[in-house]
């Protein structure tokens, strides 16, 4: 797969992601997807990645993200950006960055970087 491949399926799975679209975002991943949410653990296959969407995504609105670098090379991406949304009622912005991997022009991994610390505070005003 070219890089300008693997950016367009980094960018639909944020697309499908804002749509809530869970089935769409599963859609680009290999049936044995290790997702990552770091400082976390694993979560290993795509019945374990849907739960943690579904559950992650409830009460979740208004979901924008600002790309300030994706950069693709052989099958590793990594994107660089800031998620906005709205989880309960209260708004949280968190700078984070994405590393991808694929397998056969789908993912096959990705790991979320994220200051957790931040995120709790958002969440607990």
Do not use: N
Not at 3 to 13: M, V, W
Not at 42 to 49: H, I, N, Q, Y
């Amino acid at each position: 797969m070219s890089q300008s491949d693997h950016t367009a399926t980094i960018r639909g799975y944020y697309a499908a992601w804002v749509a809530d679209d869970v089935d769409g975002v599963l859609a680009l991943c290999t049936d044995d997807v290790v997702g990552g949410v770091m400082p976390g653990r694993d979560l290993k296959g795509k019945a374990e990645v849907e739960r943690f969407l579904r559950k992650f995504g409830a009460g979740m609105a208004g979901k924008r993200y600002e790309f300030h670098a994706i950069i693709v090379d052989g099958d590793i991406g990594m994107l660089e950006g800031i998620e906005h949304y709205t989880k309960d009622g209260k708004p949280v912005s968190t700078p984070f960055m994405t590393v991808f991997r694929f397998r056969d022009g789908k993912i096959a991994s990705w790991r979320d970087y994220f200051d957790m610390a931040s995120l709790l505070k958002q969440l607990q005003a």
